[in-house]
């Protein structure tokens, strides 16, 4: 049985922590447990035995329509890793195809992530 267990509550704010101490403050307000309006969705887990976490969350720069998903992931040592799996990028939702494509996206960063879970694959 694996280690690992979905968090489902607020991100952690490690993520953005540890993502400021690396890349300077104000680098990642996608990260940020404070702001409020978040494109969604994400997803989190944590390793209950090793204390090491794993996020995908949507990342976003000036250009609101322009989108992607990310992997990040916290060694328990501290740190934080980039993952990159593929492209997950997509069109902030607007028409019903651009909400299709951020959904497939989604699964698709989801699915990256299930197999770094389950250490099947070698991102």
């Known amino acids: 049985m694996s280690a690992w267990r979905r968090y489902d509550s ?9 993502f400021e101490e690396r890349w300077g403050k104000g680098t990642a307000p996608f990260l940020d447990p404070e702001v409020l309006d978040q494109p969604m969705p994400r997803a989190q887990w944590i390793n209950v035995d090793t204390g090491a976490a794993l996020a995908v ?6 250009d609101q329509s322009q989108r992607s ?4 992931y916290l060694p328990p040592a501290g ?13 902030e939702p607007g028409p019903l ?6 959904n497939d996206a ?3 960063a989801l699915e990256d992530a299930q197999t770094f879970i ?3 694959g070698s991102l």
């Open 97 to 102: 195809e651009n909400l299709r494509l951020r």
């Open 10 to 18: 607020p991100l952690l704010p490690a993520f953005h922590e540890r």
């Open 69 to 72: 998903f990310a992997m990040f």
């Open 106 to 108: 989604f699964k698709k």
């Open 79 to 91: 740190d934080i890793w980039l993952l990159r799996p593929g492209i997950t990028d997509y069109l």
């Open 118 to 120: 389950e250490g099947s």
């Open 57 to 62: 969350v949507p990342v976003w720069s000036d």
